[in-house]
């Protein structure tokens, strides 16, 4: 049975100091996924993504572009909007850092760490990247060759000096490692989660919380000459969202408990450490879950302006299609792990598993009802042991695939799909319905039958993955909308007998270079 808690998915808020690139639609899919997934098996999903507006990071961006500050973030902020809309996302929201509700919420929560007395002004010196928006111990730093140093991402530091209020991290240490130990599955994957349990265990400073040497940020209440670190400003929208700080609201008390919040590896510390510190020390509860997936290299190569290999994920959809860069970004890298990326991947994703596992499957069953069942969904006879089996298989495949997701594991849920997709082209070259017409039409009418239900429980299942071509797929079958989600996964909600289907057509096109 379906878990009917309440699901609350989140992507990192997009920094607009620059275009989308890859990175961008790679989490925004995935949550996506989990979204439409979690909608279909029944549970109440509010979704949500957006874009990071503030900081000295954009103030320079703005500067360069000959903009002023609203001006750049009004038009970046466009393009991830207009992203969000290109790969067909579900979100239930998108925010901006710049909006007066979120800059509320983050001025509230700023209140609250003063009244727990987590708040002091003090004066800040030491190694700030600017490309991170984080301040760095000489420790972590490493070498630029020059006589100068650059953070862990290589970004380069500075050495700052100024007035700034402070937050108590120190006093949290020992609550964090505490939350680790009593809820395992806070952090994922495990290696991350490893890696943030000696990080913290290593010690935690004081947190500097503001600075003074920009104005583009949230001001402080009550000393608007500091900025809000732009961290706590950022990590905030996740509240802001659901409508905080009034925490008597529905969509605060139906979601907020149950957040999970996907984030790539580089910013784990700012999501694991730094946020639910804030949150403890404020009074409020902690997420549920936060997950740090991986990297994106381009054919071995770090993604980067420089070498001119940024995918452009505009481009790479209008050339391969929507569903075709979804499924190929999901299926070819476990989902935590870095992957790489090459056109050749992807047209070997899109020509093996789409259009000849999965896309052919479906082709040869609806072309063959069509020329040999006058185009209507045949009745089927009595079962053999090879239709049963392909039938439980295939009806077990929800709950597998569920398992799978709730722990976002994303390429392993296709897997499992795949494994049905594989015997069930087996079972077609096996019962050979194509010979069977002239010999048997009542075991061709019912292997055809067998194979119109596995189809029909496997797109039903590939809808969080690839919804338009699912989609075609289940009208292809005749299967109404409202018949769609998990629930209509029973045998008893089978292919209709006797319904006349539409002519079929390809799905899954082959990619053929031009």
């Known amino acids: 049975m379906p878990n009917l808690e309440n699901y609350y998915i989140t992507t990192p808020i997009y920094y607009v100091n620059d275009v989308p690139h890859l990175g961008h639609a790679y989490t925004t899919i995935a ?49 991830f909007r207009d992203l969000t809309d290109k790969l067909g996302a579900s979100n239930d929201d998108f925010i901006r850092t710049t909006e007066p509700r979120h800059i509320l919420a983050s001025q509230e929560i700023w ?35 020059a006589g100068g140093y650059l953070a862990p991402s290589g970004g380069k530091v500075e050495w700052v000096e100024e007035p700034s209020y402070f937050f108590r991290l120190s006093r949290w240490q020992d609550k964090l490692l505490k939350l680790y130990g009593d809820q395992p599955s806070f952090i994922s994957p495990k290696s991350r989660r490893n890696e943030v349990i000696r990080f913290v265990e290593g010690g935690l400073q004081d947190l500097s919380v503001s600075r003074t040497s920009f104005k583009w940020g949230v001001p402080v209440p009550g000393n608007n000459t500091h900025i ?48 639910p510190a804030f949150l403890m020390s404020a009074g409020l509860p902690i997420p549920k879950r936060v997950f740090a997936h991986g990297w994106w290299t381009v054919e071995g190569e770090k993604m980067s302006k420089s070498s001119g290999n940024v995918v452009d994920p505009f481009e790479l959809i209008d050339t391969f299609g929507l569903d ?36 052919n499957l479906v082709q040869r069953v609806l072309s063959m009802i069509n020329s040999n069942c006058d185009g209507a969904m045949p009745t089927p006879g009595s079962y053999q042991k090879e239709d049963v089996e392909l039938l439980r298989n295939a009806g077990a495949l929800l709950n597998d695939v569920r398992s799978s997701v709730e722990e976002q594991a994303l390429s392993e849920a296709l897997e499992k799909i795949w494994q049905i997709i594989r015997e069930a082209n087996s079972y077609v070259d096996h019962q050979a319905p194509w010979k069977l017409k002239s010999t048997d039409q009542k075991r061709m009418e019912t292997v055809l039958f067998v194979l119109s239900e596995t189809i029909r429980k496997i797109a039903i299942l ?53």
């Open 31 to 79: 949550c996506d996924t989990m979204a439409r997934f979690m909608r279909l098996d029944g549970k109440e999903v509010f979704f949500l993504t957006g874009t990071d507006e503030h900081g000295q990071k954009v103030e320079k961006s703005a500067l360069e572009f000959g903009e002023s500050p609203q001006v750049f973030t009004d038009r970046v902020s466009r393009r």
């Open 111 to 145: 209140k609250s760490l003063v009244d727990t007395g987590d708040i002091y002004l003090d004066s800040y010196s030491g190694w700030y990247s600017v490309r991170d928006e984080a301040y760095f111990a000489e420790n972590e730093l490493k070498s630029d060759g």
């Open 228 to 275: 809000m670190y732009v961290w706590l400003d950022a990590l905030t929208n996740y509240l802001t969202a659901t409508g905080y700080p009034d925490q008597s609201g529905s969509t605060f008390q139906r979601f907020w408990t149950s957040a999970l919040h996907i984030v790539g590896k580089d910013i784990l510390r700012f999501h694991a450490v730094y946020w």
């Open 324 to 359: 075709q860069v979804r499924y190929f970004l999901l299926r070819e890298v476990p989902f935590g792990s870095d992957g790489d990326f090459s056109t050749t991947a992807l047209k070997a994703r899109i020509n093996s598993d789409l259009s000849n596992d999965f896309g």
């Open 462 to 514: 590939m809808q969080p993955f690839v919804p338009t071509s699912a989609g075609k797929i289940l009208d292809q079958l005749n299967v109404p909308k409202d018949s769609r989600n998990f629930a209509f996964l029973v045998d008893e909600h089978s292919v209709e007998s006797n319904a006349l289907l539409p002519k079929p057509v390809g799905v899954f096109p082959r990619h053929l270079d031009t």
